[in-house]
């Protein structure tokens, strides 16, 4: 590992998935209780260690499903999320959760618009709830609603009130997706520095920094990482538990305990329970994150994979793919009909690729392999009764 990476991430970090709450806030996602079980084994099934399951408060249907999610007992921490309200906290208890996410504003321009208060009324609410959960047997992480917009030095005297109260974890939420990593980084750092509680980072995707930003966070000292799959979340999402797992792991050669191999299924399993499509190019599940078409790339990659491979498709248990399109160079021609048993001479390969870019200008896709064939067997053809083969077929 790098130097520059700070010895308080040289341990594993723990993801919080919270696809369950935050996830199915996104707009016009709705889980059953029956696919939030699915989706809860499927994260626990992929060595996801922390689940955040759902809000009690929402009703008894929803206490309902986080107690059936509950009673799988599944390897992983089931968490609810809860404001700083009695009954709340009482819903939650109902529900099963061994530990809930305790939230409130922190920053003065909410708790002005949401309360008409100070940061007075933020200590006293969390004077009164936080011993009222943990008299209730709850593990409480102190929930510090935009917390990136908050004077950091009353961050601190939060972090230092809950720390006496019994709290675990600070988490940190950017709940507006205001910052960029080096703001994370300066905030989460002066955090640590300050406290010996665990500290979350909840980065959204507003400015498309979330990932980015819960890295700096880690780098900088956070030990837990909030998360939802393929990023699912209000307005532009959250950072996606996909890439914050295997960047942890390819960056930092950190463990996050999660199955890289298994990444793919779980975004399958929530994006059909969401409604939802798998963009082709999202990182780390899209379709098409390791297929190449590009000649010059095509080539690096059949002389050497080291040269156009910075992330090991064999670690999310994938393999490289290439396909034949505009761009595609004669290596890539030669290669693929090689792999059939085919060879062709240097002439008959131009010809082949001719096609190959006039196909795919006019069906704007690649070229499927019967395709190729067709284009094979009429080079073969041309090859034997022509002197002059190329000239109609050459695109400029």
Same mark, same amino acid.
């Given at each position: 590992m790098a130097g520059s990476v700070k010895d308080s991430v040289k341990k594993?970090?723990?993801?919080?998935?919270?696809?369950?709450?935050?996830?199915?806030?996104?707009?016009?996602?709705?889980?059953?209780?029956?696919?939030k079980i699915a989706i809860a084994k499927a994260l626990a099934g992929a060595g996801v260690p922390e689940i955040e399951a759902g809000t009690p408060a929402m009703g008894?249907?929803?206490?309902?499903?986080?107690? #059936?999610?509950?009673?799988?007992?599944?390897?992983?921490?089931?968490?609810?999320?809860?404001?700083?309200?009695?009954?709340?906290i009482d819903a939650a208890v109902a529900?099963?959760?061994?530990?809930?996410?305790?939230?409130?504003?922190?920053?003065?321009?909410?708790?002005?618009?949401?309360?008409s208060a100070d940061r007075a009324y933020a200590r006293d609410m969390i004077s009164r709830f936080i011993p009222y959960a943990?008299?209730?047997?709850?593990?409480?992480?102190?929930?510090?609603e935009d917390a990136s917009r908050a004077d950091l030095s009353f961050l601190g005297e939060l972090a230092d009130l809950g720390a006496s109260l019994g709290v675990r974890r600070l988490r940190f939420a950017d709940t507006l997706g205001?910052?960029?990593?080096?703001?994370?980084?300066?905030?989460?750092?002066?955090?640590?520095?300050?406290?010996?509680?665990?500290?979350?980072?909840?980065?959204? #995707?507003?400015?498309?920094?979330?990932?980015?930003?819960?890295?700096?966070?880690l780098r900088a000292g956070a030990t837990h990482a909030s998360v939802t799959v393929v990023g699912l979340g209000e307005r532009a999402g959250n950072a996606p538990l996909e890439e914050v797992a295997v960047a942890v792991k390819s960056l930092y050669g950190l463990s996050t305990e999660v199955d890289l191999t298994a990444l793919a299924g779980v975004a399958r399993v929530v994006t059909?329970?969401?409604?939802?499509?798998?963009?082709?190019?999202?990182?780390?599940?899209?379709?098409?994150?390791?297929?190449?078409?590009?000649?010059?790339?095509?080539?690096?990659?059949?002389?050497?994979?080291?040269?156009?491979?910075?992330?090991?498709?064999?670690?999310?248990?994938?393999?490289?793919?290439?396909?034949?399109g505009k761009h595609s160079g004669l290596r890539a021609v030669t290669?693929?009909?090689?792999?059939?048993?085919?060879?062709?001479?240097?002439?008959e390969a131009k010809f082949v690729l001719a096609r190959i870019k006039l196909y795919a200008e006019q069906e704007k896709a690649s070229v499927p392999g019967n395709i190729l064939l067709d284009f094979y067997r009429e080079a073969k053809i041309a090859s034997a009764h022509t002197g002059d083969m190329?000239?109609?077929l050459v695109i400029n």
């Open positions: 594993p970090i723990v993801l919080n998935d919270t696809t369950l709450r935050d996830g199915e806030q996104a707009p016009g996602v709705a889980f059953s209780p029956e696919e008894e249907r929803e206490i309902a499903a986080i107690r #059936d999610v509950v009673a799988e007992k599944l390897p992983a921490k089931i968490i609810a999320w809860c404001r700083m309200v009695r009954q709340d529900s099963g959760v061994g530990m809930i996410n305790l939230s409130l504003p922190v920053s003065d321009i909410q708790l002005k618009a949401k309360f943990r008299d209730k047997g709850l593990e409480v992480a102190l929930g510090c205001v910052l960029d990593p080096f703001m994370t980084f300066s905030m989460v750092e002066q955090l640590r520095a300050g406290t010996d509680l665990e500290i979350e980072i909840h980065a959204h #995707d507003d400015l498309g920094l979330a990932t980015a930003n819960t890295l700096a966070a059909s329970a969401a409604g939802r499509s798998i963009p082709e190019a999202k990182a780390i599940v899209g379709e098409v994150v390791f297929t190449h078409e590009s000649g010059i790339h095509v080539d690096g990659l059949l002389k050497d994979l080291q040269c156009y491979q910075a992330l090991d498709p064999a670690l999310l248990g994938r393999s490289h793919h290439v396909v034949l290669n693929a009909l090689a792999q059939q048993g085919l060879s062709v001479s240097a002439d190329w000239t109609p």
